[in-house]
């Protein structure tokens, strides 16, 4: 079982950064996909990114490709999302995501553990 916690959100204005974290409890297999979305009232659940657990490398959605970073720390067992140059349409609620032998990773479908969310809303 795997058990994720977001923090780290917070009003930022625009232009602003901030550093979310997912704390992960439990055993992660090297074949763990860890995923970020986030969803803003009344949309659906957006895909932000996904980061390899066993070899680092991220990838990520086209409206925020370099200006936000995804990375994980193994031995805090954390995976964190820095958002650089933040947009009012970055405001959302972020949610971290996790699941084995993901195929299809943009779909939040994929993934069976999720986070509790965290807020982030950026202001004029």
């Known amino acids: 079982q795997v058990q994720l916690v977001e923090s780290g959100g917070g009003v930022v204005q625009a232009g602003g950064s901030l550093r979310l974290s997912c704390e992960v409890s439990?055993?992660?297999?090297?074949?763990?996909?860890m995923g970020w979305f986030r969803q803003a009232p009344g949309k659906e659940r957006e895909f932000v990114g996904i980061?390899?657990?066993?070899?680092?490398?991220?990838y990520y959605a086209d409206s925020v490709k370099g200006r936000f970073t995804i990375s994980r720390d193994i031995a805090k067992n954390t995976v964190y999302l820095q958002m650089n140059s933040l947009k009012l349409e970055d405001t959302a609620v972020y949610y971290c995501?996790?699941?084995?032998?993901?195929?299809?990773?943009?779909?939040?479908?994929?993934?069976?553990?999720w986070g509790q969310g965290t807020q982030v809303t950026v202001s004029s």
């Open positions: 995501a996790a699941d084995r032998r993901v195929r299809a990773p943009m779909n939040p479908k994929e993934y069976d553990y």
């Open positions: 980061i390899n657990w066993s070899t680092g490398s991220p």
């Open positions: 439990g055993r992660l297999f090297s074949d763990y996909t």
